[in-house]
């Protein structure tokens, strides 16, 4: 059984100008150990999704319905309380801002204290003692020093770290990572992925990695879910969605990014466009969401939404056109 | 060779911060500190760094939203760092930027007909109202965008769109140079790639130089001639593409390009992942600013200042690079 | 988009489609206009239709069923309210519901008169400050230096250097009220100049006038109307304040404070003789203040932008 569930989510949103349906109808799984990464375009509804599963969407205005079985539980149906169990515990989150997300007043030592005491019962001294253990695992120098320091003494990069440092605290069988390394810089992004990596393999923890960089996607995850509009387009193996994209949306996606050392190989070409706009989420759509952009897109398209077909080993897609078997990369 | 677009020679640009209670300790953020490069007509050339490298200063400077510390930008062979306010008018049409924020980029008051007609009107560009006229929805043309978006203002927009109106707005002005501070970084990836098509159109079209301000590697390489590295408000390293790309000789650049991770699955990458982060440009470190998380530091770094030298045409600043081969 | 439809019986077999799945909000009716802004912003609706009445009352109150709010009548002193004396006679027999009723043309006259003048010259001050960097210093040591100073107590030192009239309890109250909004304006004004549009506008060769006036000004104007409201609204609790301790309008002019005053004495006895004007100053300045309110989240651009 998968650790992670996810069947037919809809979170929508109530607003003046009609009901936003940001997530709507999506469906993954997520194994033990496995590192998911949802990767899309803003307002796709990538981070709303990773919001529902921690039920940290705010209802009203939003509501979350369908069902996310953690373990075999349903978490839409715990009870606050328990819920509050599974936050930071069983399930944690890194979040993209590491200024923002840490307490200011707080001493570092004491935020990862905290959570351990919460959740595991342990003394401070106890607590303590684990927390160093926590930055030195992170990669932080001197964390007999650093745990007394305030968020704000330290560097983007090793804030980021502590964030790491307090979801792992618990041992948790999931992390969900939104944007970890997006407001840093790409040394400092260099850094996080690795420490990422090595953490994977010593940590076990199952992760979801939310992301807009393909690049760091190819770099960590295993398995890659693309969602467009709210709904998820394609579902493959990391090397499988690179080598062979059979969704439109994803093979714009890859087509319309630039690879390093491309003038090198003498193929700096003009990049692919995706032509127009992303939907309004507030007028319902009746045929496949990406019918408005799409090149292939015919009048059955606009009318009728393609479920997700197996197109070849663990790679499904949402698309009417998309063939099946292998096609040529 | 001909006289270049622009020259920028030994620019510098200090922040005062005032620390203690009544401001009277001064210190300076070198945010810019000794940078020099020169840019051809119709020739992109782009800055690259970090967050804190001083690229966006160098690029505020050449529009001149403020005055320098020391150094001179020549447009044209026409100093542009001293010019006499009214002089400086008409020297802005020359120039134009594009900003990174398409939301606050542009006035939420205005209509897109009337961010638009500012420049021309400004610059005295349109002979008529209906030259104006003219001119405006040529321009809407030119960003690909419907002329009946004219009347609307920017809210209405998608950031895409935003951007588009953006640089139609410094078309407006018939610049020859367009200062691009970030200005895809904000965008999707596929709304991204719309936007450096139309550059790179329009660059073709009208023959523009750019000056290209990003922190994204993979799309410099893709729309750049020439690329300068930034460290701590100096170039350390200026070349053309081929060879930034090709052969790095800058341990910064290098660390700088093996950091990108690239959207191959199972590529081999041997990254060069540097220690430490950038320090602070209150207090740079003396000798070679990036000695402090170089992997191939040496004493003469820690005390010395490498200046840019060249190896054809790329000009590289570091110590090691003047050591004789192997 | 064509309007052709496909026939749904040739379908492609074996074409998978998308599950339908329902919706789990009731749909939102979209209103627009000015009916639709006042239904997603109901403190404003409901400020702005009491701050109407007030001022309707203000303006009609001769033809209110009022009798002259300055005529003595010894005999009918302190009457409780009854159908002849709606709100009752105060201590000189006057007729408390028409006292009231006109007392509200000075209470909204102050009110609208502050907000106006100080929002104009605090306006000057702080685009001045916000431009000007050597004045800013000077003008805003200066600000601190009022603002230092209570503005009840301020009031009342420029009030007795002058003779009580209205036309001085708005001059008084006005100056104490400026520092507000030009710090408000400075701070606004300095936020603006950040803004990439306005260095876009410098680098599109617009003069300094020309950026003031089509880039800031109007930016300025939203925070601004909020925060005269605020200041309509303490204005009047001044002038009220003001009137009550006989600094204020003279007590020839019936005002909510001046009526208060008067009622002070035998309130414990005669409560309604204070308990009407108080009413009615609760409820204006609620009506004011809910209408701040409900603008400045109708305006806030960060609300705006959520979702």
């Given at each position: 059984?998968?650790?992670?569930?996810?069947?037919?989510?809809?979170?929508?949103?109530?607003?003046?100008?009609?009901?936003?349906?940001?997530?709507?109808?999506?469906?993954?799984?997520?194994?033990?150990?496995?590192?998911?990464?949802?990767?899309?375009?803003?307002?796709?509804?990538?981070?709303?999704?990773?919001?529902?599963?921690?039920?940290?969407?705010?209802e009203p205005p939003g509501r979350i319905a369908g069902a996310i079985r953690f373990a075999g539980k349903d978490l839409l149906r715990m009870s606050d309380r328990e819920m509050r169990a599974i936050r930071g515990n069983d399930i944690s989150m890194i979040f993209q801002e590491p200024m923002t997300?840490?307490?200011?007043?707080?001493?570092?030592?004491?935020?990862?204290?905290?959570?351990?005491?919460?959740?595991?019962?342990?003394?401070?001294?106890?607590?303590?003692?684990?927390?160093?253990?926590?930055?030195?695992?992170?990669?932080?120098?001197?964390?007999?020093?650093?745990?007394?320091?305030?968020?704000?003494?330290?560097?983007?990069?090793?804030?980021?770290?502590?964030?790491?440092?307090?979801?792992?605290?618990?041992?948790?069988?999931?992390?969900?990572?939104?944007?970890?390394?997006?407001?840093?810089?790409?040394?400092?992004?260099?850094?996080?992925?690795?420490?990422?990596?090595?953490?994977?393999?010593?940590?076990?923890?199952?992760?979801?990695?939310?992301?807009?960089?393909?690049?760091?996607?190819?770099?960590?995850?295993?398995?890659?879910?693309?969602?467009?509009?709210?709904?998820?387009?394609?579902?493959?193996?990391?090397?499988?969605?690179?080598?062979?994209?059979?969704?439109?949306?994803?093979?714009?996606?890859?087509?319309?990014?630039?690879?390093?050392?491309?003038?090198?190989?003498?193929?700096?070409?003009?990049?692919?466009?995706i032509p127009g706009q992303v939907p309004d989420l507030r007028k319902p759509i009746a045929g496949c969401v990406f019918a408005g952009r799409c090149a292939l897109a015919t009048d059955l398209c606009r009318q009728y939404a393609p479920g997700l077909e197996e197109k070849g080993p663990g790679h499904i897609a949402a698309c009417h056109y998309a063939s099946k078997g292998a096609v040529a990369a | 060779m001909s006289v270049p677009l622009l020259q920028v020679n030994d620019l510098k640009k200090h922040f005062p911060v005032n620390k203690g209670l009544f401001g009277r300790q001064t210190e300076f953020v070198y945010a810019v500190d000794g940078v020099s490069f020169e840019i051809a007509r119709g020739e992109t050339l782009s800055l690259v760094g970090e967050s804190g490298c001083g690229k966006s200063t160098v690029g505020r400077a050449i529009l001149r939203l403020f005055d320098v510390t020391s150094g001179q930008v020549v447009l044209d062979g026409q100093r542009i760092d001293d010019a006499h306010p009214s002089t400086m008018r008409q020297l802005r049409q020359r120039i134009q930027v594009v900003f990174q924020d398409p939301f606050s980029s542009l006035n939420p008051r205005m209509r897109v007909r009337d961010i638009l007609a500012e420049p021309i009107r400004n610059f005295g560009l349109a002979k008529s109202a209906t030259d104006l006229e003219t001119r405006v929805t040529a321009l809407m043309d030119t960003v690909r965008l419907p002329r009946e978006a004219l009347n609307r203002r920017p809210h209405e927009f998608s950031g895409g769109q935003r951007q588009r109106i953006g640089i139609a707005r410094a078309l407006a002005a018939e610049p020859e140079l367009i200062v691009c501070d970030e200005a895809v970084s904000a965008l999707d990836v596929s709304v991204k790639a719309q936007i450096v098509n139309l550059?790179?159109?329009?660059?073709?079209?009208?023959?523009?130089?750019?000056?290209?301000?990003?922190?994204?590697?993979?799309?410099?390489?893709?729309?750049?001639?020439?690329?300068?590295?930034?460290?701590?408000?100096?170039?350390?390293?200026?070349?053309?593409?081929?060879?930034?790309?090709?052969?790095?000789?800058?341990?910064?650049?290098?660390?700088?390009?093996?950091?990108?991770?690239?959207?191959?699955?199972?590529?081999?990458?041997?990254?060069?992942?540097?220690?430490?982060?950038?320090?602070?440009?209150?207090?740079?470190?003396?000798?070679?600013?990036?000695?402090?998380?170089?992997?191939?530091?040496?004493?003469?770094?820690?005390?010395?200042?490498?200046?840019?030298?060249?190896?054809?045409?790329?000009?590289?600043?570091?110590?090691?690079?003047?050591?004789?081969?192997? | 988009m064509t309007d052709t439809t496909v026939n749904p019986q040739v379908l492609p077999a074996g074409l998978v489609l998308a599950p339908q799945l329902p919706d789990i909000l009731r749909p939102v009716t979209i209103r627009r206009g000015f009916i639709g802004f006042l239904r997603s912003h109901p403190t404003v609706a409901i400020g702005g239709v009491l701050l109407l009445m007030l001022v309707l009352i203000a303006v009609f109150a001769p033809y209110l069923w009022t009798v002259d709010?300055?005529?003595?009548?010894?005999?009918?002193?302190?009457?409780?309210?009854?159908?002849?004396?709606?709100?009752?006679?105060?201590?000189?027999?006057?007729?408390?519901?028409?006292?009231?009723?006109?007392?509200?043309?000075?209470?909204?006259?102050?009110?609208?008169?502050?907000?106006?003048?100080?929002?104009?010259?605090?306006?000057?001050?702080?685009?001045?400050?916000?431009?000007?960097?050597?004045?800013?210093?000077?003008?805003?040591?200066?600000?601190?230096?009022?603002?230092?100073?209570?503005?009840?107590?301020?009031?009342?030192?420029?009030?007795?250097?002058?003779?009580?009239?209205?036309?001085?309890?708005?001059?008084?109250?006005?100056?104490?009220?400026?520092?507000?909004?030009?710090?408000?304006?400075?701070?606004?004004?300095?936020?603006?100049?950040?803004?990439?549009?306005?260095?876009?506008?410098?680098?599109?060769?617009?003069r300094a006038p020309m950026i003031i006036v089509r880039h800031i000004l109007p930016n300025t104007v939203a925070p601004m109307l909020v925060q005269a409201t605020y200041i309509c609204a303490s204005a009047m609790i001044t002038e009220a304040i003001l009137s009550f301790i006989g600094a204020g309008t003279p007590p020839t002019i019936p005002s909510w404070g001046n009526i208060m005053a008067e009622g002070r004495a035998l309130w414990q006895v005669k409560p309604y003789i204070v308990f009407f004007p108080a009413a009615f100053l609760s409820i204006t300045v609620l009506a004011v203040n809910l209408l701040g309110d409900g603008l400045r989240d109708a305006l806030d651009p960060r609300m705006a932008k959520r979702l």
């Open positions: 059984m998968a650790l992670l569930e996810v069947e037919n989510l809809q979170t929508h949103f109530r607003t003046p100008s009609g009901i936003n349906r940001a997530v709507d109808g999506v469906s993954f799984h997520v194994n033990e150990g496995e590192t998911l990464a949802v990767v899309g375009e803003s307002g796709c509804g990538k981070s709303v999704t990773s919001m529902s599963l921690m039920r940290l969407i705010p997300s840490l307490n200011p007043v707080l001493t570092v030592g004491r935020q990862i204290r905290e959570t351990l005491m919460i959740h595991q019962g342990l003394d401070k001294q106890a607590a303590e003692t684990h927390a160093i253990e926590m930055l030195t695992l992170v990669g932080i120098p001197e964390p007999k020093r650093r745990v007394r320091e305030y968020p704000h003494q330290l560097s983007g990069g090793m804030r980021q770290r502590v964030m790491i440092a307090i979801a792992l605290a618990c041992n948790p069988k999931l992390l969900i990572a939104d944007e970890p390394t997006t407001a840093l810089d790409v040394t400092i992004q260099a850094q996080i992925l690795k420490l990422m990596l090595d953490l994977k393999r010593r940590v076990g923890a199952a992760i979801i990695l939310i992301t807009h960089d393909l690049g760091v996607v190819a770099e960590i995850a295993e398995r890659v879910m693309v969602m467009y509009a709210g709904r998820k387009v394609e579902e493959a193996p990391v090397a499988e969605l690179f080598r062979s994209p059979r969704h439109p949306y994803t093979q714009g996606l890859l087509g319309a990014v630039p690879k390093l050392g491309s003038s090198l190989a003498g193929t700096t070409t003009r990049l692919a466009e | 550059l790179q159109d329009l660059q073709r079209e009208f023959g523009l130089a750019l000056l290209f301000i990003s922190h994204d590697l993979a799309i410099v390489e893709h729309m750049t001639h020439r690329v300068a590295v930034m460290y701590l408000g100096k170039i350390v390293e200026i070349a053309p593409r081929r060879e930034i790309f090709a052969a790095p000789r800058h341990p910064y650049t290098k660390a700088l390009l093996s950091a990108v991770p690239l959207p191959e699955p199972g590529a081999k990458r041997n990254p060069i992942i540097l220690g430490g982060d950038v320090p602070s440009p209150i207090n740079p470190p003396k000798g070679c600013r990036f000695h402090t998380r170089c992997p191939f530091v040496f004493d003469r770094c820690r005390t010395e200042e490498p200046h840019l030298r060249s190896e054809g045409e790329q000009w590289v600043a570091c110590h090691l690079d003047a050591l004789p081969a192997g | 709010p300055t005529a003595l009548a010894p005999a009918k002193r302190t009457r409780a309210p009854s159908a002849v004396f709606w709100f009752g006679t105060d201590a000189l027999g006057r007729d408390i519901y028409s006292r009231v009723l006109f007392g509200a043309r000075v209470s909204l006259t102050v009110g609208l008169s502050v907000a106006i003048f100080a929002s104009a010259a605090g306006l000057a001050i702080g685009m001045v400050s916000g431009f000007v960097r050597w004045a800013d210093g000077i003008l805003m040591r200066f600000m601190d230096g009022l603002m230092s100073i209570p503005p009840i107590l301020l009031a009342i030192a420029l009030m007795a250097l002058t003779r009580g009239s209205v036309g001085n309890v708005i001059l008084a109250i006005t100056v104490a009220e400026i520092p507000r909004v030009s710090r408000l304006v400075r701070s606004v004004v300095l936020s603006l100049r950040e803004q990439p549009y306005v260095d876009a506008a410098v680098a599109c060769g617009t």
